[in-house]
C-alpha cells in the first residue's frame, strides 16, 4: 500500500530563516506530488504541483520554491520566511495519468513564523 | 477560473440525525468528485468519490451528483459526535494529471 511522509511535523522559525519542508511517497512510482497551505480556519491553497521529476507547476507567486529532485521526493523551501507564511502544510499524492486523479494527503506540516 | 462553492456552515444537526453537505461546481466538463473529511488539526482524509450521475452508497455515507444541475452532495446517516469535522468538496475538471479544485468546506457540528 502507499504511504506518504512528511516532516517535520511542526516547526517554529522566526522571520527571515530559511525553510525546508520535506515529503516522500512510498508503494508507488512515478505519482503526481502536490503542495498545499492552509492558514487558521481557511480554505487549501494549492501552492505547487509536479508531474514529474525537474517539472514543478507554481500555482501562487510568492516566497515559496518546490523541488523534486527524486520521483517520489518533494521540496518546499524558502530562503526568507515572512510571518504570513504560517499555516499548514500539506503534501499530497496522486496516481500518474489516472482519469479520476484521486489525491491522498500526507500527515502535514505545521509552521509557525514567530 | 474554475470554482467549487460550499457553504462553510457550521451545520449543526442531532446525533442520529441525516446531516446532507452540499456543492456546487462550476465547469461542466468536470469528470470527477470527491468528498474529504478533515478534523481540527489534522490533514483531509478521502471519504467518497463519485464519477457518474446518481447515488453511491458507502456505510453511512451517501454521496450524489447530478451532473446537469452541477451538484454533488453528501449524505452522512445517523450523525455521530465522531462525524464533527470539515468536509471538502473536491472536482476534478480534466482527466489525468491536473490539480483537484477544491471548495472551502462545510463545517459539521453534530450535538450529543
Known amino acids: 500500500s502507499q504511504t506518504i511522509h512528511q516532516w517535520p511535523a511542526t516547526l517554529v522559525q522566526p522571520v527571515g530563516s530559511p525553510l525546508s519542508l520535506e515529503c516522500t511517497v512510498e508503494g508507488t512510482s512515478n505519482p503526481n506530488l502536490y503542495w498545499y497551505r492552509q492558514a487558521a480556519g481557511r480554505g487549501l491553497q494549492l501552492l505547487f504541483y509536479s508531474v514529474g521529476i525537474g517539472q514543478i507547476s507554481s500555482e501562487v507567486p510568492q516566497n515559496l520554491s518546490a523541488s523534486r529532485p527524486q520521483d517520489r521526493q518533494f521540496i518546499l523551501s524558502s530562503k526568507k520566511l515572512l510571518l504570513s507564511d504560517s499555516g499548514f502544510y500539506l503534501c499530497a499524492w496522486s496516481p500518474r495519468g489516472h482519469r479520476e486523479n484521486t489525491q491522498y494527503f500526507g500527515p502535514g506540516t505545521r509552521l509557525t513564523v514567530l | 477560473q474554475k470554482e467549487v462553492e460550499q457553504n462553510s456552515g457550521p451545520l449543526s444537526v442531532p446525533e442520529g440525525a441525516i446531516a446532507s453537505l452540499n456543492c456546487t461546481y462550476s465547469d461542466r466538463v468536470s469528470q470527477s468528485f470527491f468528498w474529504y473529511r478533515q478534523y481540527s488539526g489534522k490533514s483531509p482524509e478521502l471519504i467518497m468519490s463519485i464519477y457518474s450521475n446518481g447515488d453511491k452508497e458507502d456505510g453511512r455515507f451517501t454521496a450524489q451528483l447530478n451532473k446537469a444541475s452541477q451538484y454533488v452532495s453528501l449524505l452522512i446517516r445517523d450523525s455521530q459526535p465522531s462525524d464533527s469535522a470539515t468536509y471538502l468538496c473536491?472536482?476534478?475538471?480534466?482527466?489525468?494529471?491536473?490539480?483537484?479544485?477544491f471548495g472551502k468546506g462545510t463545517r459539521l457540528s453534530v450535538i450529543a
Open positions: 473536491a472536482v476534478n475538471v480534466y482527466s489525468g494529471n491536473t490539480p483537484l479544485v
